[in-house]
């Protein structure tokens, strides 16, 4: 993973805010967005200051968790997109996007909530995530591992598809599975769908 | 379509009432769910006396479009049941759920925004929809024009993530077309998908 430069901040003064967004992700990921910025000051073993000083808001906070996860899976697809097995690479990335996709949304919601755009702060991230995602994509259907009539324009709204059917089915795993299993076999070409159907 | 039963209304009432409804899908659906209870009665040229005699509020006349809709899925799923060709049936049964489920949504925004449960009223029909969708399953399956390995859970969650799907492609007419292909490929057994992948 590379390191994110973050303007005018020192090394010490980065690890410390690194680490503080480790932890609020933590805190997030188990006490939903409504967890507080004393919470994560408590969980940091910091004082309150020290939090404020890198994040002057909780939506601030919440703003650079999400960003951070959205920058993780860019350099996952990154990684992914040098693997010798283009297909299997394009359904890792596909299935590791949906992992992340509940706990990232509860944030946006909660940031949509609290009146903060995203679009600023997610421009740049977002380019580079379709970028990588594309990457993938031509990869595998280069090999025959995914159909060749769809673009990143479809991906990106079967990912958001696959996301809410995967929300709906929340709590049972085996419909959340099998609901998945339908749409990566659609995305497969004729010749290559699983024989779990 | 069957007539619905509503208690202790006289037959010319219900004409009316019927008739308001036809109007307000109309004007919610070309002005959205923020058209007002007066736009629709100038719309049905009558009184707005007579509309608040049906609906006395606003979020009451959005909550009875949307159940009658949900009812027109119904009776389309009750006819589609003995349709000579149970796979045609399932698909073009999927593809009605989606085509109305844009403006159905933004029904159901606008009455959660406005704190109506739609719990209460929805119980009877929702379950009458899984009934449908159901036999309109079991049925595409017994042919070997639908994968067997879904149930109904699968279905409804694929519903929900197709429909979001699509609302994501909005605007692009293509995109949203190769789209729902891939999840309805995804939904054939092996051998019957089409040969446009």
Redesign the interface.
Known sequence: METPVVKGLRADAWRNRARLLAVAEDVFASRGPSASTEDIAVAAGVGIGTVFRHFPTKEALLEAVFVERLQRLIDDARQLSSAPDAGQAFFIFFRSVLDQAHSKSAIADALAHAGIDLKDSMAGVKEDLNAGLNALLVRAQRVGAV????GI??L???L???????D??AG?TD??D??L???????R??SR?S???
């Open positions: 159909r060749d009539d769809i324009a479809e990106l709204a079967l958001v598809g696959a996301a809410r059917a995967v709906h089915a049972n419909v959340e099998r609901t299993e339908v749409i990566l076999d659609g995305l070409p004729h769908r024989t779990r159907g």
